[in-house]
């Protein structure tokens, strides 16, 4: 009973930025963490980091770390994925995903609500 959307991806070139953006609605009430995952053509989902319903406890892949940043407005109920630096491997569909536990549990197959989705493009 929690409907997640995703908006912000798009095609850019490496180096650029974009923010993704996902929008909550529902039962978001209570202790949860919202993560993001993306996969890319032919590879399995992958954690991409990840936020508490406080916006006080963050966790990131090594991959991203200094380069993106989660974050939250609580008011608007919308959490961030601000992306710097992009590169060519980052290029994926990007979800958000929401999960009712005390911790980043990092796992796709522990989240109870998903969002659709939103591609991310990165040109070398």
């Known amino acids: 009973q929690v409907q997640l959307v995703e908006s912000g991806g798009g095609l850019v070139q490496a180096g650029d930025s974009l923010i993704l953006s996902c929008a909550a609605s529902?039962?978001?009430?209570?202790?949860?963490?919202i993560h993001w995952f993306r996969q890319a053509p032919g590879k399995e989902r992958e954690f991409v980091a990840a936020?508490?319903?406080?916006?006080?406890?963050?966790a990131y892949v090594d991959s991203v770390k200094g380069r993106f940043t989660i974050s939250r407005d609580i008011a608007k109920n919308t959490v961030y994925l601000q992306m710097n630096s992009l590169k060519p491997e980052d290029t994926a569909v990007y979800y958000c995903?929401?999960?009712?536990?005390?911790?980043?549990?990092?796992?796709?197959?522990?989240?109870?609500?998903w969002g659709q989705g939103t591609l991310v493009t990165v040109s070398s």
């Open positions: 936020i508490d319903s406080r916006g006080l406890s963050t």
């Open positions: 529902g039962r978001t009430f209570g202790t949860y963490f």
């Open positions: 995903a929401f999960d009712r536990s005390a911790m980043a549990t990092k796992a796709a197959q522990t989240m109870d609500y």
